[in-house]
């Protein structure tokens, strides 16, 4: 009883946490605050599958998680690199 | 899925963690939202949403381990994470200070002039 109110607790606080980053996506006066928010995304979004995986029972969800904690690296690293020097590969 | 077959001490340390995890998380977002500027920002993202997932992880692992599987998976997860949120938030970091992101932060005494 008291693990399904914690997870029904956990989503919830994740899916508010994931709404912030996109106001914070959105609005961001920087171009470095909008990466910053995307990858902030990305990490919400792996808790987020996992404890839907937890939620259903199922075990596929966390090849799923980890699939996009890969791309979430990748993506943030690139946009880095994008803001910095101008291009991704030289 | 239910729970309710687990141990109550296995229960209790799961609901723990499970709050523990959802509560950093959103720190961390309402820390990046409200945070002045952006070298502020960088830092509610990488330590309090790390350590919300990294909970978020072990309470999965307890899980498994509660129903007598003893794997390690999550801690694959866990440890990218551990490992990877430094690294981009120094290359953001470097990328900030390349296109002069303006701050906030007051000049330090000895170099009036920033």
Not at chain 2, 72 to 94: D, R
Request: proline content about 5%; overall charge positive.
């Amino acid at each position: 009883m008291i693990v399904e109110w914690a997870l029904n607790l956990a989503l919830l606080a994740v899916g508010a946490a994931l709404l912030l980053c996109a106001w914070r996506l959105l609005r961001g006066p920087e171009l470095p605050d909008r990466v910053l928010a995307l990858d902030t995304m990305y990490v919400n979004i792996v808790a987020l599958v996992v404890l839907l995986g937890l939620r259903q029972g199922s075990k596929l969800f966390f090849e799923a998680a980890m699939l996009i904690a890969l791309l979430g690296f990748v993506a943030t690293v690139a946009l880095a690199r994008y803001l910095t020097r101008g291009d991704v590969i030289e | 899925m239910d729970f309710a077959h687990l141990h109550w001490a296995w229960q209790g340390l799961i609901a723990a963690l499970l709050g523990v995890g959802g509560l950093f998380t959103l720190v961390g977002a309402v820390g990046m939202l409200r945070f002045k500027d952006f070298y502020m920002r960088l830092h509610a993202p990488t330590k309090a949403t790390t350590l919300g997932v990294g909970g978020v992880l072990l309470a999965s692992l307890a899980i498994n381990w509660a129903q007598g599987s003893w794997v390690l998976h999550e801690l694959l997860i866990t440890l990218f994470l551990f490992v990877t949120a430094p690294v981009s938030a120094n290359l953001l970091a470097k990328a900030a200070l390349h296109l002069r992101v303006p701050s906030k932060a007051p000049a330090p005494p000895d170099q009036p002039f920033p």
